[in-house]
């Protein structure tokens, strides 16, 4: 069975996948899903001008392999901190067909010996695994008339580098050297 989000939060992942149907859908990732939230995020730049090399696959995928990658970029932040942010958590439902269908296609892609494409996720090679996962996923709640819900939630207890003070660095300087 799918652990329920409090399951997916203490297994400390960062990415989730909910079903809203009459019944829990009983497949899951057998290894850790962020890999795909990695992915996604990264082809949302492709749009911002994204070069990293994730981002440059999206475009090689949208591009030469003509699939259209808009249902994988439908998913939102999980921290709620006002309406706007309720409303995107709401909006990121979708029909799982859809998902299923661009999962499978970047798959397909992936596997089909595209040098370029290879190069370009080298490194990543639970990528793969991963969105078959995800299109199973995706088939099961299309088939039980489920809709499906990819969020994320960067929050962690992680150590972070503290911010220099200012007398360390010196004033932030403008393009001329005046602050």
């Known amino acids: 069975m799918t652990p329920t989000l409090e399951a997916q939060q203490a297994a400390g992942r960062r990415f989730f996948i909910e079903t ?4 829990p859908c009983p497949l899951d990732f057998e290894g850790n899903p962020d890999v795909v939230l990695f992915f996604a995020s990264w082809a949302y730049t492709v749009q911002f001008g994204g070069m990293h090399d994730l981002a440059q696959a999206a475009l090689h995928l949208q591009r030469k392999h003509k699939i259209k990658l808009r249902a994988l ?14 409303q995107e958590l709401e909006r990121a439902w979708q029909p799982g067909a859809e998902l299923a269908e661009c999962c499978e296609a970047i798959v397909t892609a992936l596997e089909s010996g595209d040098e370029r494409l290879r190069e370009l996720t080298q490194g990543y090679e639970e990528l793969v695994p991963r969105l078959r996962e995800l299109r199973a996923i995706a088939q099961w709640a299309a088939e039980h008339a489920s809709r ?32």
């Open 20 to 23: 809203d149907g009459a019944e």
């Open 73 to 86: 970029l439908r998913y939102a932040d999980r921290d709620v901190e006002d309406d706007a942010d309720a």
């Open 148 to 179: 499906i819900r990819m969020s994320f939630d960067m929050g962690h207890d992680e150590p972070t580098a503290p911010r220099p003070d200012i007398a360390a660095h010196g004033p932030l300087l403008g393009p001329l050297g005046r602050t």
